[in-house]
Structures are given as structure tokens and as C-alpha cells.
């Protein structure tokens, strides 16, 4: 079974930018959608974005025009770059596809 693991988190200001990654520890080519979660402090984990094989993305609610999610199966790595940052972005961002357990996450900060 192919791991994913977070990075790219930090600590950022309003209107900063921020580029996560999700590197796999196997292909990611045969994997049919992948997608970005994200946990605020004392909230349930949301779904933020997916991201189908042919690059074909959905995303949800308020991140949708500030937040891009892509994927380069050659790198195995899926992306979520991440413009306009409000302090209601700040959480826990994971990366999963169906089978797949959560990982430990990347944690990110905006600071108003």
C-alpha cells in the first residue's frame, strides 16, 4: 500500500502563500483521486480539495480560487499551493486517497 506524507507547513500572514506537499511512497500514477484535508483547532478534519489521474480538480467552499491542487505523477508528489491565506486556514492539512491511513500531517499557521 502507497504512503503519503505531508510537508511544506509553516508560519505565515494574511495574504501570505504556502506550497504543501504529498509525496508518495510508491506510484501515484494508477491512484484514482487524491485529496487534501485540513483540521482547524477544535473542528472536524474538512475535505479541501481532489485531484482526479488527468489533473481534473474539485475543491470546496472557501478555498475555492485561492487554492491549487495539481499533481505530477512522474514525482509522485501531489501539490496544494495555497494564495490569499486567512487566519480560518490555519490547521492540520493531510493528504489521503481511499485506501490509504492518515498521516502525521503538516501543520499550517496564519497569523492575522
Known amino acids: 500500500q502507497v504512503q503519503l506524507v505531508e510537508s511544506g507547513g509553516g508560519l505565515v500572514q494574511t495574504g501570505g502563500s504556502l506550497r504543501l506537499s504529498c509525496t508518495a511512497s510508491g506510484s501515484i500514477s494508477k491512484i484514482n483521486y487524491i485529496m487534501w484535508y485540513r483540521q482547524a483547532p477544535g473542528k472536524q478534519r474538512e475535505l479541501v480539495a481532489g485531484i482526479d489521474p488527468e489533473g481534473r480538480a474539485e475543491y470546496i467552499g472557501p478555498v475555492t480560487g485561492r487554492f491549487t491542487i495539481s499533481r505530477d505523477n512522474a514525482k509522485n508528489t501531489v501539490y496544494l499551493q495555497m494564495n490569499s491565506l486567512k487566519p480560518e486556514d490555519t490547521g492540520v492539512y493531510y493528504c489521503?486517497?481511499?485506501?490509504?491511513?492518515w498521516g502525521q500531517g503538516t501543520q499550517v499557521t496564519v497569523s492575522s
Open positions: 489521503k486517497y481511499l485506501r490509504s491511513n
